[in-house]
Nanobody, 123 residues
Framework: QVQLVESGGGLVQAGGSLRLSCTAS????????MAWFRRPPGKEREFVAA????????FYSDSVKGRFTISRDNAKNTVYLQMNSLKPEDTATYYC????????????????WGQGTRVTVSS
């Protein structure tokens, strides 16, 4: 069992920045790949970014590439999502997730999920 708790969401103006954190407990954090997904209001959850166990490889959705950066600190059992140049369309509930296998862009590739943290970007 892995427990994930997201934090760092809030209200920010367009063009601003926000850093989300996800802290894991219950099992060895360093054994899992990590990802961020988001669910905009009234829409389905979508992939944002993923990072491998070692942090050596990361990939992003086209909509956030160049603006968002995923990173991890295994010593702190934490994965981060640095969000820059935020746009109103980034408004969503953001979720972190862990994968016991390969990291990818599909929800069914992930095994544990946090409760989510809300991000609202105003125009």
């Amino acid at each position: 069992q892995v427990q994930l708790v997201e934090s760092g969401g809030g209200l920010v103006q367009a063009g601003g920045s926000l850093r989300l954190s996800c802290t894991a407990s219950g099992r060895t954090f360093s054994r899992y790949g990590m990802a961020w997904f988001r669910r905009p209001p009234g829409k389905e959850r979508e992939f944002v970014a993923a990072i491998t166990i070692s942090g050596a490889s990361a990939f992003y959705s086209d909509s956030v590439k160049g603006r968002f950066t995923i990173s991890r600190d295994n010593a702190k059992n934490t994965v981060y999502l640095q969000m820059n140049s935020l746009k109103p369309e980034d408004t969503a509930t953001y979720y972190c997730a862990t994968s016991l296998g390969r990291v990818g862009v599909r929800e069914d590739e992930y095994d544990y999920w946090g409760q989510g943290t809300r991000v609202t970007v105003s125009s």
